[in-house]
């Protein structure tokens, strides 16, 4: 797959394509205007001539003597650098023409046109000339007389002018790109400092350097948000590895009692002779502590498991009373045995999987009669509150637990009593429970007052996502 361009490289090719569109157009508006502003200029003096004589020849009454006329002809074309003047009858005799080029041509090339006021670019023996057409009716012609009259300008130096001022003028855009272009560069990668030293502190962070934070005041307004963002994930990764570093020194904690239980027994098997009774009740002890290791292992990987996917897979509609009663069933002999009474009251419809919440009920249960005294009582009330929520609440009358334990009893490996470790399961039996409620979108609690302990799960009623 193709690298993406960098942003530094793309901002400044957006600056040149802005300044290759906008420069050009500015130029060429400047252009334009240049030669609008010598065009009209040239039409103006074109047009005073033209009108001067006009009056000119409005108002002669010397009849036929011409050379008055062409004095003033004369006096009009002074203070008009290099103006021409010519004036043709109606069988195009010339009556003036004033030194210069010929433009008795002009005005052939331009009879056959319309009058207009407006002048045309004329080429003459390689110079360039602006000129203009007039029909003329003299007051001293016959009524159906009328002369016509064309006056030039040189632009040659107008078009010089022009030719220079373009040259310059797109040399001046091209370097404004290619200016602007790098002042888009330069803008960009010192806008992009602040990212830079971000990314230079990110790089420092290691697992054993996880108190690095970013300042979101130090960096400008947009980066605070990253930066922001940046810190709040340190700090759960920052507290995934401190789970993890804990959940490893519990594992190895924990695997250490039943490996060293083994390895003693083991040892002492080997250190004589023995009988087979005594090999097989050695054997029996041990395969105690390979069936607590097995345990622990697979609750370790269900944990594992759901902290990970959160999958509810199998989803189905169940009678959570069935389920109780079915754990009873199983339980009922435990209980008896240390005349704890059994019971549950009200019922609900749940839809989720069936067996992972038998499974946290089934904890529960056995943490609720593990714990309460002899001769005690261990109730399950099953609700539905508002038509959305599924309440279950397991209580057992017993020994209060301190409040200062109560958050805690739900991480791994975690015991209120630690002196009741042995045969108290894996540990992991409230942290299992945990997972399952959560993984089903709900939440679990627990209180422990006037010796009463209660579990409080609150679920929502219906199926759950099974994307997270």
Known sequence: MRRPLSLALRLTLLFAIAASIVFPVFGWVISQSAERHFEAGDTNELNIIATAVEQALATDRAGDTLTPLQQRFDDILVGHHHASLAIITGDTAAIYTSPGPDLTSFI?????????????????????????????????????????????????????????????????????????????????????????????????????????????????????????????????ITAAIHRLRDFNADIAHELRTPVSNL???????????????????????????YERLAQMVNDMLF?????????????????????????????????????????????????????????????????????????????????????????????????????????????????????????AGTGLGLAIVQSIIKAHGGRITVTSNHGITRFQINLPQGPVSTDH
Do not use: C
Request: net charge positive; aromatic share 6%; glycine share 6%.
């Open 303 to 423: 944990i594992a498991r759901t902290d990970n996917t959160l999958a509810i897979k199998n989803l189905s509609k169940f009678q959570l009373l069935d389920e109780v009663e079915a754990l009873f069933d199983y339980y009922s002999a435990w209980a008896e045995e240390r005349h704890i009474s059994l019971a549950v009251n009200g019922d609900a419809v749940f839809t989720g999987d069936r067996l992972m919440l038998k499974r946290a009920l089934n904890n529960l249960l056995s943490n609720a009669i593990r714990y309460s005294a002899d001769g005690g009582t261990v109730q399950i009330s099953l609700n539905l509150k508002g038509g959305e929520t599924v309440q279950i609440l397991v209580e057992n009358s017993g020994k209060e637990i301190p409040g200062e334990h109560l958050p805690k009893l739900f991480d791994r490996f975690y015991r209120a009593d630690p002196s009741r470790q042995q045969g």
């Open 263 to 289: 390895m003693t027994q083991s040892q002492v098997a080997l250190s004589r002779p023995r009988t087979a009774d005594q090999y097989r009740e050695i054997l029996g002890s041990n395969l105690e502590e």
């Open 108 to 236: 052939a090339l331009d009879s056959n046109a319309r009058d207009s006021t407006q002048p045309r670019l004329w080429v003459h023996k390689g110079h360039s000339y602006r000129a203009l057409t007039r029909p003329i009716k003299p007051m001293t012609t016959p009524a159906n007389s009328t002369y016509r009259m064309a006056v030039a300008v040189p632009i040659d130096h107008h078009l010089q002018f022009l030719t220079t001022f373009r040259q310059t003028l797109w040399l001046m855009i091209a370097t404004g790109i290619v200016t602007m272009s790098l002042m888009g560069w330069l803008a960009v990668r010192q806008g992009h400092a602040p990212l830079r030293r971000m990314v230079t502190q990110i790089g420092r962070i290691s697992a054993n350097k996880l108190e690095t934070r970013l300042t979101p005041t130090a960096v400008p307004y947009e980066l605070a948000g990253l930066a922001t963002s940046v810190n709040e994930m340190l700090d759960r």
